[in-house]
C-alpha cells in the first residue's frame, strides 16, 4: 500500500467530522472522546437499549467495545449492531478480553454473525473470536500479531471485512490483502484505552474513506504517528497520554505520509 | 451586570466549599469532579435510586445530566429532583441531546416539569426542550445562542428560573433581564466534558450566591476566563483539559472582573 | 518498620505484574487503570455479576470500591470476594462515603463479614465501618486518621487483616503494630481518585509481598513519594494528576528507602 492513499483518508476525514457512536466500556470513555474530538470527529457515547438502535440509525459509523459489558449494554449493542447494518452504516467490534470470559465470549460470538465492518484487537483476542485460541488475561495479548494472521483473515473472509490485530507492528487484513502498519511507541501500551480509542478512530475513518483497508491502516497509522511524537515530549505515561491527545490533532495528510507500511 | 458583583459570587462560594451531588454522563464524571474540586467545591457522584433521593437531601445542589440516561439514571435523576425541591436544594438540569432521542426528551420534558433552579445547554437542545426546535446531532448544536433567545425566556419564565445558552457567546436570562458572557476558547468545543463540567460549576455558585442570574454568570465567566489563560499554555486539545482545570483553581474574585458581560 | 523492607516489596511488585481485578466507581476508573499500569499492573475493570465472579478467581488481587455502588454491581462485589477467598486471592475494601448513605453501608457492612484482606478508607469511613462513628458526607472525612486508630485496630483484629486510615499522616495497623507514613501532598485531595486509586495500589502490593502491613505500607509510601515528586512539578491539580502518573512511573525500590514512616 502507497502511503500517498492515507492522505486521501485523512482529508476525507477532517472534511466530513463524522458522527461516531460509541458503545464502549466505561474505563475508556473519555479518552475515546477526546481521540475522536482531537482527529476531527464527534463523539456520543449512547449505550442503553432505549436509545441504541435509534442513535445507530443517524450516526456516520458505531464503535462495539465489549470492556464492561453487561445484560442491558450488551442488548443495546446488539441493537445498535442491527440498526447500523439496516441503515448501511459501517461499524467496528472491538472484541476486548474476549476468549477469557465467557458471557462477553458469547456475545462477541453473536455479534460476528452481525458481520462487522472491522474487527480490531490484539491477538489474543482475534484468535479467541476466530475460534483459534482461549484469549489472554484481561486486556493483554499473550500472542503476536503474526500468530494471529491466518485467523485474522479467515475471520474477514467470513465477516467480508476487515480484521486489523495490534501490536508492536499491527497487522490489518481483508483476507486477501494484507498490510502491516509499524512505528507508534511502547507508552500506547502504559496507558488505559489507547487502543481502546483505537477502534473508534478506525470507526470514524471507515465511515468517511472509499476503501476499508485503507481507512483501517490509516487510521492504525494516524495512532503510531501521534505516539511517536508524544513519546517525544513526553516524561512518563501521564503526561504520554495527554501529549497523544496533541499529537492526534496535529496529524495531518502530510504526516501520514510517513507512515511504515509494508 | 456590573462584574464587581462576580466578585462576591466568587468569594461566597470559595468560602462555603458546597457539596454539589452529580447525577451525570459517565463519560464526563471525571473532569466534572476534577472541575469541581479545582474551583473549591466538593464533587460527589450518587446515581442510583437505591441512594440518590437520600444524597440530594443533603447536599448544597444537585447537577442533572442526562448524557448517558438509563432506566435507572433516569429514575434516579426524578428522585433527586423532588429530594431537592422538598429540601429548597438548587438544582441544574443539563439536557445533553435533548430534542434528538424520544426517551431522553421525555425524560427532560418531564424533568422541566419539576422546575429546575437552571437549566445549561446549547441552542438546540435548549430550543427542544422549549418546544421550538427538534434538536442538534447528540452534542453538537446546529442554532446559535442568540436564535434560542426567545425560547430560553420562554422557558425560564415558565420553571421560574434560569436559563443559560452555551455558545461562542454564552445567553443567561430569567425570562427578563439577559446577560451575555463573551471570551473562553474554541478549545472547549474539542475536549470532551468542558460544557457538562460548566452544568456542575453552575450548581456550585447557585449554591452559594444570593442571585440566580449574578451566580450563573458567575459560572460562565469563570469557566471562559479559565480557558483563556489555558489556551495560551495549551499545545492542542490535550494540554488544553489540563491546564484548564489548573486555571479554573487559580480563577479568583479579580479575575472574574475581566470577565467580558453585556 | 525498616523503609529497607519496602524496597523488596517494590522488586516484587515490578517482577511480578499483579493483574488486579478493580471493581470500582465509575469516576475513577480511568485514574485507577492508569495508575496501576504506571506502577507495573495490569487493571481489569469487569463489575457485571455474569463475570466477576469468574474473573476474581483467575486475578492476582481483587479491589472492591463502593464509590458509585448500585444493586447490580454490589452483586458483582459479593461474587467476587467470595471468589476472591475461595481462590486465596487477596483482596481490599474501599468504603467509599459508608455511613452516609444506607444502600452502600448495609452492602459494606456484609462485605466486612467476608473479611477483606485490607480495608482502605478516611478516618470518618473507617469509624462508620467499625460502627463507631456516622461517617462525613461523601467522599470527605470529618475526622483524622488518629482518632480512628482504636476503630481501625479493632476492626483488623474482626477481619484478621490490615486497615488502613488515610489522611495528612496515614495510619495503617493490623490490630497490633501501627505504622504511620507521612508525606505525599495536599494535592491528592484537590484531584479526583487519588484515594480510590490508593486503594488499587494497596491490592497490587498485597499480590506480591509476603507481609501484609509491608505491603500496605509499600503502597501508601508509593503514593506519597510520587505526590512530592509531582507536586515540585504541578503548577495546580490538573498538571499535578498527570505529573503524579508519571511518578507513579518513577518511583522504585530506591526512592521507598525516603518513606517517612514512624
Known sequence: MDATSLRAASTA???SAPLVHCLTNTVVQTITANALLAIGAAPAMVDDP????EFAAIASAVLVNVGTVQQRTAEAMRLAARAANEAGTPWVLDPVAVGGLTFRTELAADL???RPTVVRGNASEVLALAGAGKGGRG???TAD????LEAAGELARRTRGVVAVSGPVDVVTDGD???RVGGGSPLLTRTTGAGCALGAIVAAYVATAGDLVTATVAAHAHVALAAEA????ADGPGTFAIRWLDA?????GETLLRAQLS
Not at 432505549?50 to 438502535?53: D, V
Open 13 to 15: 476525514l477532517r472534511d
Open 50 to 53: 432505549a436509545e441504541a438502535g
Open 112 to 114: 460476528v454473525e452481525l
Open 139 to 141: 486486556v493483554d495479548s
Open 145 to 148: 500479531p503474526d500468530d494471529a
Open 177 to 179: 490483502t494484507v498490510v
Open 230 to 233: 508524544a513519546a517525544a515530549l
Open 248 to 252: 492526534l490533532d496535529a496529524v495531518d
